[in-house]
């Protein structure tokens, strides 16, 4: 039985201090709950979508371990609430908490069709791919009101530039139709994460994404029209999904993805305070064990920060799980490939009927 402080619905189950504020206020969880009036949700739990402004829309990635060069965000936060999601720390930044507030206030980049636009037409633009959600999912609930990502696919087939999007919501198939056409043209790839086989882990880790079966119907969609997937089972967290590595890549080549990649987690920053209190009051039966042995895969530590190791881990556990890779991708993967996106089709001065000049 879960112990009565465990907040079903939320990944996080509180804010934890933001690192970058000298002080904090902070008002009590069951204060705001007693207070409410009869028929209305709490305040506190409730998800706020918070415009911003910025300059511009695509970043660069510096980081080794991240198989992009750039990526852009259409919100940052992310009502998914994923425990382990490593840009929950970005939340800092904005003067929000890493913990309930990366999942309860959005940041909603309206902007970014008209930014990204600016970008890609640059005259000193080489066409790269550019990948959505390099930090928070751009198919995340506020999608569905905003339409923002679906405006941005718009601006990449516009300009036939190569995209790749990340997500583990079935809403990506909302726009199938714009998919198609950039498929078409080799411009689209397509990066579905799934974690997990058991709904009951799914809805404790990742509370507010889409089913598992939602996400492979996901995949099935998407390959048979010929749009490349590529399953990301990631994080593989030891003591609680790890174990099911080889039935997940069966289960997601059965449905026709191309290819799969794995890190293993970390948990750096805030997240780990976030996910040691999450994992006493969510699976308090196994909770020092999880830990124990996330630690086993970083030196003792539940976190790595070092390039190169940090997302694949060390020690006998870590390899464990890097063997049972090597296994799946022979059995399930063998003679898959996820393909390269084009870039030469780029026309940075695209305009109406410019090119019949």
Not at 157 to 181: C, F, M, Q, S, W
Not at 247 to 261: I, N
Not at 287 to 310: M, T, Y
Request: aromatic share 8%.
């Amino acid at each position: 039985m879960e112990p009565k402080e465990y907040q079903k619905g939320r990944g996080a189950q509180k804010n934890t201090p933001n690192q970058f504020l000298q002080h904090v206020y902070e008002m009590r969880e069951d204060f705001l709950e007693f207070c409410h009036l009869e028929g209305e949700e709490a305040e506190s739990s409730k998800t706020q979508y918070i415009p911003i402004f910025p300059k511009t829309i695509v970043n660069k990635v510096d980081s080794p371990d991240v198989g992009m060069m750039y990526s852009m965000n259409p919100y940052q936060g992310c009502e998914h609430g994923c425990i382990y999601c490593y840009a929950r720390n970005a939340h800092e930044y904005w003067g929000y908490s890493a913990g309930l507030d990366f999942e309860r206030k959005i940041l909603v980049k309206k902007a970014a069709p008209e930014l990204l636009e600016a970008k890609i037409k640059h005259k000193n633009w080489k066409a790269c791919t550019i990948v959505l959600s390099g930090n928070t999912d751009c198919y995340q609930p506020a999608e569905h009101k905003f339409e923002i990502t679906r405006k941005c696919l718009e601006v990449f087939l516009k300009y036939r530039h190569p995209v790749g999007i990340i997500t583990k919501n079935a809403l990506v198939l909302r726009d199938l139709d714009i998919l198609k056409e950039l498929n078409a043209h080799q411009l689209v790839g397509v990066n579905v994460s799934v974690t997990s086989l058991s709904e009951k882990t799914r809805r404790k880790l990742e509370p507010r994404t889409a089913s598992i079966q939602k996400r492979l119907k996901t995949i099935k969609v998407l390959s048979e029209n010929n749009i490349p997937v590529n399953a990301m089972l990631a994080p593989m967290i030891p003591g609680i999904n790890s174990h099911e590595l080889l039935p997940l890549a069966k289960a997601v080549a059965d449905h026709g993805a191309r290819s799969f990649a794995i890190t293993v987690v970390r948990l750096n920053g805030a997240i780990g305070q976030i996910f040691t209190d999450w994992i006493k009051k969510a699976m308090p039966d196994r909770a020092e064990k999880v830990l124990h042995l996330i630690q086993d895969c970083h030196g003792g530590s539940i976190n790595d920060s070092r390039f190169g190791i940090r997302s694949r881990g060390e020690g006998k556990i870590a390899q464990q799980i890097h063997d049972m890779a090597h296994l799946a991708r022979q059995k399930y993967f063998k003679d898959r490939q996820f393909p390269r996106l084009r870039t030469d089709l780029h026309e940075p001065y695209k305009n109406g009927q410019m090119k019949l000049f």
